[in-house]
C-alpha cells in the first residue's frame, strides 16, 4: 500500500469535531503517510497535521494522474483488479445526510469529470469505513467478501441510544467505529 495515496478533499463549511475524529481514524486505519487532507482552510491546518498531509489547495485544481474518485452514484464498482491502475483514491470529506443528497456527485465528481469514478456500494458509509472498504479492495478482497452492518446504534445509557444510519464493516465482529466517536456521541447525547 505504500504507494497508494488516499486523498479526503474537505467538503463541510466547517472542519466539525466530527470530522476530525473520522480523520484521526482515516489516519489510523491507512497511516499518516498515505492520507491527504485537501480544501483544509489556513486557521484549520494545525488540527489535521499529525493525521496526514494537509493542503489548502482543492483536489478540484490538482492535475493529478492516476487518480479515481469514491462516488456511490458511479455505475463502476471497484475491484481488486481495477484499482491497482490508481495511485490516488479521492473521497468526499461529508458528513453524511439521511437520506443520501448525493453531494459526492454534486460537489466533487462534477467538478473532475475526466477522473474515474467507481463505487464501493450504494449504500452510504461514513468516510472512514469507505476508506477501510477501498485499503480492504486494493489488498485483494472483493467486496462481496466484505462484511458490512448498517444501522449501527451505540448505547448511551440505561434508556438512550443512538441509531447512525450508514454501513459499517465489521471488524472483529463489531461494526467499524472508533472509540472517540463513540465518546463523542455519548457525550453530545447525555441528557
Known amino acids: 500500500m505504500q504507494d497508494k495515496i488516499f486523498i479526503i478533499e474537505h467538503l463541510e463549511p466547517e472542519l466539525f469535531d466530527w470530522c476530525i475524529i473520522e480523520y484521526q481514524h482515516i489516519s489510523k486505519i491507512l497511516g499518516k503517510k498515505n492520507v491527504w487532507f485537501t480544501n483544509i482552510k489556513k486557521e484549520d491546518e494545525k488540527k489535521l497535521k499529525a493525521f496526514g498531509k ?34 490516488y483514491f479521492i473521497f468526499g470529506g461529508i458528513l453524511g445526510d439521511y437520506p443520501p443528497k448525493k453531494r459526492t456527485a454534486e460537489e466533487l465528481s462534477s467538478f473532475l469529470p475526466n477522473i474515474k469514478r467507481f463505487n464501493i456500494g450504494k449504500e452510504q458509509m461514513s468516510t472512514d469505513n469507505a476508506v477501510y472498504t477501498v485499503k480492504k479492495i486494493i489488498e485483494g478482497k472483493n467486496l462481496s467478501e466484505l462484511k458490512f452492518q448498517d444501522n449501527a446504534e451505540i448505547k448511551i445509557n440505561e434508556v438512550l441510544t443512538t441509531q447512525l444510519p450508514y454501513r459499517y464493516n465489521i471488524v472483529n465482529k463489531k461494526p467499524l467505529i472508533s472509540s472517540e466517536l463513540i465518546k463523542f456521541i455519548k457525550n453530545r447525547d447525555k441528557i
Open 54 to 87: 494537509v493542503s489548502n489547495e482543492s483536489i478540484k485544481s490538482m492535475k493529478l494522474q492516476n487518480a479515481c474518485i469514491l462516488d456511490p452514484e458511479s455505475s463502476e464498482e471497484l475491484t481488486s483488479k481495477n484499482s491497482q491502475q490508481y495511485i
